[in-house]
């Protein structure tokens, strides 16, 4: 064992066993404090601001999710037979999911009965990465999520658009040949995979690293990773969104809209952050941070000429927010930190089991649906490397089975969470129609995945 390994192996021993991971919430954010809520007015003067703008941003897409999680409900039945609503459901609209005439013109037949159906569909796609499922019908054809991810970015910026999609290297061959069945020019997609080097040891509850034969046991270590890849992304602005959270064709008028508003408020606040460098005064500070709302009361009371140099230097990202419809959780929150309040994305796994940090999660308002554009350069426009804008304080720690005994491990802090903790963080309420994901195969039947 090299002494690199030995002290990887230390420093993540500690961090599972030893650090504090979880948050200190001060408040949720919410509309006018902490979220920007714009006008009818001033979304229509930001997409003609966008509209006079040259440039063509990228897609950085996270596709590596599995379909197994699709169809947890499926291989639950298959093992109790018990009836259920979505059993039900399933069976009731069998015919109208997109996958279903595949299945039938591979040898799905009326005869068959309903475990046999239920192992013939699993045995099908659940072996799949999500986005090579169908998810969407159209006149003649059937749409995977990797096909209309490109499809609709190109219609909204062209077939020069690049989209970069972060895939298992396992199914790369096989999501390239299906984007290609549906896509004129696919010259500007490209892969990469989650680096194997930044996997995580595994430990058991003794403290002592997993052996697997007589290698070291490891886990891929979250969507943190995946830092490294966005850091390797050619271009400054990047729009990034999750392989599932995808639309019909027909329904992607609010997404289209919704991006040329991140993007235009975006370098809008980057140009106002320049001229403010440039002629500052507390006054012009203050107005700027009551449009953008991108620093805690806290940290302005005391900030001056100097102390916005942090603010120049630093990439920014505009992330939209979505209305809480459901249960409350992992979103958007002022963080107490050493240095001060600010505003993060924090999952729930990251939030204490307290009454106190409870309540205020049960006060938020509104949640992270993942729809972030970045830029990936200070206000000077200098290229960045973003690897050091992470806090590695905001970790994760994961209990999972291994051979039927629990093992611990450390997940890098999160792409849009710890990964860019110490970014300029803007926060916009988007509407709920542009989050649509696909995690559970029943999400299929409803409106957003329909003609």
Not at 204 to 217: A, Q, Y
Not at 364 to 379: C, E, G, L, R, Y
């Amino acid at each position: 064992m090299s002494i690199e390994t030995k002290k990887e192996i230390i420093l993540q021993k500690n961090q599972v066993f030893e650090q504090e991971f979880q948050v200190k919430l001060n408040e949720s954010c919410s509309a006018g404090n902490g979220i920007v809520r714009l006008s009818d007015d001033e979304k229509e003067m930001m997409i003609n601001n966008f509209d006079t703008l040259e440039f063509t941003p990228s897609f950085f897409i996270p596709g590596s999710g599995s379909g197994s999680r699709m169809f947890k409900f499926l291989f639950e039945w298959l093992e109790n037979r018990t009836s259920s609503k979505e059993i039900n459901e399933f069976f009731d609209n069998i015919d109208s999911f997109p996958f279903y005439n595949e299945l039938v013109e591979e040898g799905l037949t009326s005869d068959l009965n309903d475990v046999e159906i239920v192992e013939f569909i699993l045995n099908k796609f659940a072996v799949l990465p999500k986005g090579l499922i169908p998810f969407h019908k159209y006149d003649s054809s059937v749409s995977t999520a990797f096909q209309d991810q490109v499809l609709q970015a190109q219609s909204l910026f062209g077939e020069s658009v690049k989209i970069h999609f972060t895939v298992q290297k396992e199914f790369e061959q096989a999501i390239k040949s299906n984007i290609k069945t549906r896509v004129l020019d696919d010259s500007n997609i490209s892969f990469s995979n989650q680096k194997e080097e930044t996997n995580a040891f595994c430990f058991n509850n003794d403290g002592d690293v997993v052996k697997h034969g007589d290698k070291f046991l490891k886990r891929p270590a979250g969507h943190g990773a995946l830092l490294n890849n966005l850091n390797e992304i050619d271009g400054d602005i990047v729009l990034i969104k999750n392989i599932d959270n995808i639309q019909h064709n027909s329904k992607v008028k609010a997404t289209e809209k919704t991006w040329k508003i991140a993007m235009s408020l975006l370098l809008k606040f980057k140009a106002e952050l320049l001229a403010l460098s440039k002629d500052f005064s507390k006054e012009s500070l203050i107005e700027l941070n009551t449009r953008y709302q991108f620093i805690s009361s806290d940290l302005l009371s005391n900030m001056d000429v100097h102390s916005l140099k942090v603010f120049l230097n630093r990439p920014t990202r505009v992330a939209g927010m979505v209305k809480n419809e459901g249960e409350p959780g992992g979103g958007p929150f002022w963080v107490s930190e050493q240095g001060g309040v600010t505003n993060q994305i924090i999952e729930k796994a990251q939030i204490k089991d307290l009454a106190s940090e409870q309540e205020i999660v049960q006060a938020s308002s509104h949640f992270n649906p993942v729809f972030i554009v970045v830029s990936k350069t200070d206000a000077f426009g200098n290229n960045l490397n973003i690897l050091d804008f992470r806090d590695d304080s905001k970790f994760f720690v994961v209990k999972k089975s291994h051979q039927g005994k629990e093992i611990l491990y450390r997940e890098l802090p999160g792409l849009w969470n710890g990964g860019m903790s110490d970014w300029n963080t803007i926060f916009l309420e988007i509407p709920s129609a542009i989050f649509s994901p696909v995690k559970s195969v029943l999400d299929l039947n409803k409106s957003a995945h329909k003609a």
